[in-house]
């Protein structure tokens, strides 16, 4: 006892061991007490080939345990017709699980809740069901792990492994002690058997032979010989008695008969199916019936069972089980070909086994004979795992099904479908809802069908699949077409009725992404007749097929379109979508462009130019009560889901209009979004797939989060919404199974919770306790340092060779060093000194291009020198002015540079520009580099440079005289022959691009004249900037090489993030709009002012104005007004962006104020308390003076000093009209702040259409707009910002709203509530300290007892006449809040200095109470005000959900703290809470 209880004490530590903790997936047993996050698993992943104990069960709970890929799952199997129940999926890392074992006791208290599984990295470890956690595990096993099966040693619980080597470890997961038993001359164990009534014993197959082992010593009790092949499956006899039968050989089967009578045919092989039902060897002709047992069987690959008396140490009946039961006629003649697996199980006293062919056998055993019967034949493939649960038979197989079968009721129980990798894609049929079609990475495509008798029933269809399935589309007309793209390029449709697969011709060279039914595009041009094609999508083609002739030739999209005109289709294409009325054509591209074409001609309608990063998924809304929606959801690269409501672009049919502004941004993802569902049942409703792990319900119409699901353990790939039930959804993700989920029963409204909630249930990685040793490290760091030098777009290696492998991580490190190292010295790292570097390009590239290049022919020698003369002279002119127009460029565009970073030299901006320029200005440039290598002594380099430069015999020559001489100089000299000569440089080349030093081999290729495959073989390698280099000296002439290096170094850029590089490399061939679109997907100000610059100078003027709008938006949310202005000044059209900025300015201003108040006071809005009380009573002397600071200065409203603002710009009241369409067009106010940046300039632009609207219903709009951002942020500071800006002087007076406060009374009184509810919020937060609460009692007891009546007067100062009128708070004469919160000051110019002391400098913040008393009077205060509007409330609520806006609760709590405090009468808190219970029964609207 005292050992269990110690064992207890110091292992599991747990409080439950009879039912499953929090598990992800419903199981109705184990319901009560446990949380649900999840949902139930739809298809499961598929258990392990070829290994006897990757399925196993417990008969006691009914559980059943599988080996699946990378992860166990457990099923709870009922004793009845019904799917088992996934219960539990454990996660088993990045190894796969090859064996489990369910401890054999579920009641065991110790191990009862125990799993153990052996993974491909011969690890063993023990889980915990509960929470899928490891226990415990080891690595004792040096090579793979055959075999897993629980024993028990000395009465402690052990798990037994065998394996390869001959090794048998005894682990006791308790201690984590382990006994390794070699066994002598034993290579290969292949499975293990313990033996149920004495579990220190197990059966251990070594190949052909079966062995009886100690699990204490490992010592061999008995071996036993008798089969022909290997071992593949032991069970041991459960049952009592004897599990032989009456010799019952005259009753055969049927099949047997046949068999029979094949042998008398004459057909007689050693291999023959029925052997074990008559003949009879030595061995079996002598068994006497009085057999003792214990008793075991074992099948092996040749499809033998024996059954075995270990008392008698051999076997006693052997049997071979047939290849099928449905006839012999050709099995006689069959052979044994590789390893045919059978399984066993024993039920009820009879043995059980499979067929290679997918059945169930109950056998009938005698002494010396055998026969079967067939159960089933539900497998159409082999079966390699049979279990027995209750009177269930469960087994697994190679088509990956599970079936369940009574074998008392002989009736069929349940099929479970399987995934044996991971899902790819799936689609509900729409002509037939209970019909899914499933694609996996295992090359089938898997049909559902819903309605079918059978739950689940499956079809599955691979014959003529050549690949993984990728992409579906259902045929919109004709039922059961499906079509499908496959990795491998094939594009092919199938009748689901028949399995058909019709392939069409092929035409992609890798994977086919998409493909899509649709209406015939330019018919005209393509003379297409048929109602419907098919579309797919691979390798960055669209092309159109006809399905009545798939052998023809696929119609190519992007050639129907010349790239000379305006509509061109792009080429970095990577999604499209046809509109539901197939009208229009929506193309998704790498740079974020999302492009809607119409489908009759391909014109270019719509330009989407809003999101910046890869296009993902496109899904036109579905129409709804025969009504086509415009309304277009995208999903990317990035977090958030943009919905376009393009109804009056399409309609209006504006072409080539440019949309910069989403309708609405749909927020909450933590990663990309893949996938995007609309349920076909609730208007608006978008479900989306990231690989944040969850699957997230929108409300597309308010962009509001429903409900998000994290059940799944990885990145999310597919969602849909069931056709039929409106509160079904199917997902899933990399995990080779499908979830299935109701969003009702979902907690999650965010991915951020359920990752809070599942946080316990994800698998976790289990730590790896070796340690880098200090060389992997550094060879690391060395790694890493070239991958950076490669980004910026190329890398050398020192000496021109690379690194042996015996080389030492010292050299390692370091070892890498540039071919332009003054280059590399001049760059700035800073990102500005390449926007000017483009700018300056950009105006060389204009200059240029200016004149017409056309020169007419000199007539004779005189003139022809006179021009050469005219040439030279304005080529000098030309070069010493190079610098200065340099200079001016970097000047006039300064505003670009950081902060911290100084104005670059004309000089180094010149010698940047020069590897971009023209091929005769790399000369120079490496001249300068080789100057710079020479100086350091790197003469390897210098003298690769002088053979890209062609001046290899001048360095040959110095460097004889100074005997430095190299290998590759040497090898450069012809002494032989050239002939000789070329041949050696063509075969060292080849062996050093082979060892891996590309440099130095391609130079030698230069050496023999082969430029252009020296420079291509760069490429392939990725060293752009020598490729470049190459080119430009030794290729200058031929644009076309050049081209291609440029455009092979802006793409690895582009993918590598370098956007400034790839557009500088694009402007330098004069892709000036590539350029533009490159520098466009970077989101800071100043690279989308730089794109918006380049798409001007491609004369893409609606392009320009969309990028220079996103420009100054992204300097208006980083606060960086001074970068606005300078950007106004070289952005045409914007100057209506001035009244936001100003505007913004005002809002800065306030707050910025704030802020240096903060920083003075340490406290917000409360002051120092103690500070408060010392000086209230250190200035009785001085109350009758007046207070200065702040508050003396006279008070300009905000909108009535934006309004002031304004008129310095010049905008007139006739203006505001046009202002407002402006605002309007450009700025969208259905957004949510995520930040306080982006809060207050969302409420900058509200303030701009309120200041400008037209009449009283948009005034009040945009106002409750405003206050609805400051309400959905949540923060009761910035509230009480906002309100107090918009009421200076106060909820008494309103003017300082405009003309339309009296006409617009709700959204007025809207902002006198809200206003109120802040002052009383911050009340309510002041009081929730004990401090608070000890300075009013101070207060209070000073008051009570004054020492004259000046005190008193001073003190009667703060208090408020509550029977007063309300302008009466107003004035000065009384402390109100209003009166007293000067902190919002907005007067233009500060106050004097030395006009306010120290004691007023801190009253401009919120004062709180004084004392009781002063408390008292300001609830009185509040309650007067308080107005229990109802309708108030609802418009509250429907501005935000985030803040509670209900004062009356907030003073009912602070009368209460009061009344607990006891410092006040009881009559004053009857008083107040009278009046409170007064404003309570008044529902009335006032």
């Not at 100043?1086 to 610059?1093: D, H, T």
Request: aromatic fraction near 8%; charged fraction near 25%; include cysteine.
């Amino acid at each position: 006892m005292e050992e269990d209880t110690d064992f207890l004490n110091r292992f599991w530590e747990r409080n439950e061991f009879l039912s499953f903790g929090s598990l992800m997936c419903r199981c109705p047993e184990y319901e009560d007490g446990i949380e649900h996050e999840g949902g139930e698993i739809l298809l499961p992943p598929s258990p392990n080939w070829f290994l006897s104990n990757a399925v196993d069960a417990r008969s006691e709970d009914g559980l059943v345990a599988t080996a699946s890929f990378k992860s166990i799952v457990v099923y709870k199997v009922a004793q009845e017709k019904a799917l088992p129940k996934v219960i539990k999926l454990i996660s088993h890392g990045n190894e796969k699980v090859l064996l489990v074992k369910l401890h054999p006791s579920a009641s065991n208290a110790k191990y009862g809740h125990t799993l153990a599984s052996v993974g491909d990295a011969h690890s063993v470890k023990l889980y915990n069901m509960h929470n899928g956690e490891v226990i415990a595990q080891h690595k004792e096993h040096e090579k793979s792990v055959n075999g897993i099966a629980w024993g028990s040693v000395g009465g402690e619980e052990v798990i037994v492994t065998v394996g390869s080597g001959g090794r048998m470890v005894v682990w006791q997961a308790r201690d984590g002690v382990t006994r390794v038993h070699s066994l002598p001359h034993m290579n290969e164990l292949s499975c293990i058997e313990v033996n149920p009534k004495d579990p220190s014993q197990a059966l251990v197959a070594v190949q052909k032979t079966v062995l009886l082992v100690s699990l204490k010593d490992g010592k061999i009790l008995t071996q036993l010989k008798g089969h022909e092949y290997e071992v593949y499956c032991v069970k041991w006899y459960l049952g009592s008695g004897t599990p032989l039968e009456p010799d019952l050989a005259g009753n055969n089967s049927r099949a047997e008969a046949l068999c029979n009578s094949s042998k008398k045919e004459g057909a007689s092989s050693e291999d023959s199916p029925d052997r074990g039902s008559e003949s009879k060897n030595w061995r079996e002709s002598t068994v006497s019936t009085n057999v003792t047992g214990p008793f075991f069987a074992s099948s092996d690959y040749g499809r033998n069972i024996l059954l075995w008396d270990v008392s008698a140490k051999r076997y006693i009946v052997k049997a071979n089980v047939p290849h099928s039961t449905s006839g012999f006629k050709k099995q006689s003649k069959d052979k044994v070909h590789g390893k045919q697996h059978i399984s066993l199980g024993w039920y009820d006293g009879n043995l059980y086994s499979s067929t290679i062919r997918g059945e169930l056998l109950s056998w009938s055993l005698w002494p010396g004979g055998a026969k079967f019967k067939s159960l089933h034949h539900l497998h159409n493939r082999a079966i390699y795992n049979l279990v027995i649960v209750d009177d269930i038979a469960v087994t697994s197989g190679q088509d990956r099904f599970l079936q369940g079968f009574h074998l008392k009721k002989s009736s069929h129980m349940f099929q479970v479908p399987t995934l044996g990798a991971s899902a790819t894609t799936l689609s509900f049929c729409p002509q037939d809802v209970n019909r899914l079609a499933i694609g996996s990475f295992d090359n089938n495509i898997r049909l559902l069908n819903f309605g079918s008798p059978i739950p689940l029933q499956t079809q599955t269809i691979f014959h003529n699949i050549n690949g993984k399935v990728l992409s579906f589309s259902w045929h919109p007309v004709h039922e059961g077409r499906l079509l499908f793209g496959t990795a491998t390029g094939q594009v092919g449709w199938t009748d689901v009725a028949s399995g058909r697969v019709t392939t069409f011709a092929y035409h992609h060279q890798k994977a086919v992404y998409k493909v899509e039914w649709g209406l015939p595009v330019c018919p005209e041009k393509t003379g297409s007749s048929e109602d419907w094609y098919a579309y797919s999508f691979g390798d960055r083609e669209i092309v159109m097929r006809s399905s009545s002739d798939p052998m023809a030739d696929p119609v190519c999209l992007q050639k129907l379109v010349e790239e000379s005109e305006t509509n061109v289709l792009p080429k970095d294409v990577t999604e499209f979508s046809f509109s539901p009325d197939y009208k229009y054509l929506a193309l998704g591209s790498q740079d974020g462009q999302v492009r809607v074409y119409r489908r009759s001609d391909l014109t270019l309608v719509v330009t989407l130019a809003v999101v910046r990063k890869t296009i993902q998924h496109l899904l036109w809304q579905p129409p709804m009560q025969s009504h086509y929606s415009d309304v277009l959801a995208v999903g990317s690269s990035e977090k958030e889901i943009y919905i376009f409501d393009m109804e009056k672009y399409l309609q209006e049919d504006k072409i080539g209009s440019v949309i910069t502004q989403a309708t609405r941004e749909l927020q909450g993802h933590e990663s990309r979004v893949v996938w995007l569902a609309w349920s076909p049942h609730e208007d608006g409703v978008l479900a989306s797939a990231s690989y944040d792990h969850t699957i997230q319900l929108w409300d597309a119409k308010t962009g509001e989060p429903k409900v998000n699901y994290g059940g799944h353990l990885s990145r999310a790939f597919r969602v849909e919404f069931s056709p039929s039930d409106p509160d079904l959804v199917y997902s899933f993700a990399d995990e080779n199974s499908v979830h299935v989920w109701r969003p009702s029963e979902q907690t999650a409204k965010t991915p951020a919770e359920s990752s809070a909630i599942l946080k316990d249930f994800r698998g976790k990685k289990p730590k790896d306790k070796e340690t880098e040793t200090e060389e992997e490290t550094q060879s690391k760091a060395a790694d890493t340092s070239l991958t950076a030098e490669k980004k910026a777009g190329g890398s050398s290696i020192p000496n021109g060779s690379k690194p042996s492998s015996g080389s030492t991580a010292a050299s390692k490190k370091g070892a890498f060093k540039s071919f332009f190292p003054k280059f590399h010295a001049v760059c700035s790292k800073k990102k500005s000194f390449h926007h000017l570097l483009l700018l300056n390009l950009l105006t060389q590239t204009t200059t240029e291009g200016s004149g017409n290049g056309l020169e007419e022919p000199a007539e004779d020698l005189e003139d022809l020198e006179e021009e050469l003369e005219e040439e030279k002279s304005e080529e000098e002119v030309k070069k010493e002015g190079s610098l200065p127009a340099i200079k001016t460029v970097c000047e006039k565009y300064s505003c670009l540079l950081e902060k911290d970073t100084e104005m670059p030299e004309p000089e180094d901006v010149e010698y940047a520009l020069s590897l971009y320029g023209k091929p005769d200005q790399i000369d120079a440039l490496l001249a300068a580099e080789i100057d710079a290598h020479e100086k350091k002594e790197n003469m390897t380099q210098a003298g690769l440079i002088h053979c890209w430069q062609g001046s290899l015999a001048e360095h040959i020559r110095q460097a004889a005289k100074q005997r430095k001489l190299s290998e590759f100089l040497v090898a450069s000299a012809p002494q032989v022959s050239m002939k000789l000569w070329q041949f050696a440089c063509e075969s060292y080349a080849e062996q050093l691009i082979d060892e891996g030093d590309i440099i130095t081999g391609a130079s030698y290729l230069i050496n023999i004249l082969k430029v252009e495959e020296a420079i291509n073989i760069l490429l392939k390698h990725h060293y752009y900037r020598e490729a470049l280099a190459i080119a430009k000296s030794r290729l200058g002439c031929n644009e076309e090489i050049l081209n291609k290096v440029v455009t092979a170094w802006a793409a690895s850029a582009v993918y590598e993030g370098s956007f400034d590089v790839a557009a500088l490399l694009q402007l330098s061939i004069g892709q000036v709009e590539a350029a533009a679109r490159v520098m466009s997907r970077k989101s800071d100000s100043g690279s989308l002012f730089v794109a918006a610059k380049l798409y001007a100078g491609a004369k893409k003027d609606d392009l320009a104005k969309a990028i220079g709008l996103l420009a100054l938006k992204e300097a208006s949310l980083k606060h960086e007004h001074q970068k606005i202005e300078s950007f106004l000044l070289h952005l045409p059209g914007f100057d209506w962006y001035r009244a936001i900025s100003r505007c913004h300015n005002v809002y800065l201003q306030l707050l910025q104020q704030v802020g240096s108040e903060m920083e003075k006071e340490e406290k917000y809005l409360i002051g120092n308390i103690t500070q408060n009380r010392v000086d209230s009573s250190s200035t009785d002397g001085d109350k009758d003076k007046p207070e200065t600071g702040a508050a003396s200065l006279p008070l300009v409203p905000l909108l009535e000093r934006v309004r002031e603002e304004w008129i310095d710009l010049g905008i007139t009241q006739e203006q505001y009209g046009d202002l407002y369409e402006t605002f309007n067009l450009n700025f969208s106010v259905q957004q949510v702040p995520t930040n306080v940046k982006q809060l207050w300039f969302l409420v900058t632009v509200a303030t701009c259409k309120l200041l400008t609207s037209p009449n009283k219903e948009v005034w009040e709009e945009h106002l409750k707009t405003a206050l609805g951002y400051a309400l959905s942020w949540g923060k009761v500071d910035q509230i009480f910002h906002l309100t107090h800006a918009l009421l200076p002087r106060g909820t008494s007076d309103l003017t300082t709203l405009g003309d339309h406060h009296q006409e617009a009374e709700e959204a007025v009184h809207l902002l006198c509530h809200i206003y109120n509810y802040s002052e009383i919020s911050l009340l309510h937060s002041f009081l929730e300290s004990d401090e608070a609460w000890k300075v009013l009692e101070t207060q209070s007891s000073s008051i009570d007892q004054p020492k004259d009546g000046s005190e008193k007067e001073a003190n009667d100062e703060h208090v408020p006449d509550v029977n007063g009128d309300a302008g009466s708070l107003a004035n000065g004469n009384v402390g109100t809040l209003e009166a007293k919160l000067e902190t919002l000051n907005l007067a233009k110019e500060p106050s004097a200095p030395g006009n306010t002391s120290e004691v007023h400098d801190k009253k401009r913040f919120y004062i709180p109470p004084q004392s009781c008393k002063d408390l008292t009077s300001r609830l009185h205060h509040y309650l007067l005000q308080l107005e229990k509007d109802h309708k108030t409330l609802q418009d509250i609520v429907s501005l935000s959900s985030k803040v509670s806006c209900d004062p009356e609760k907030l003073l009912r709590e602070i009368i209460l703290k009061l009344k607990e405090k006891g410092k006040v009468e009881e009559g004053e808190i009857e008083t107040l809470n009278q009046q409170l219970l007064e404003v309570a029964r008044d529902e009335s609207p006032k």
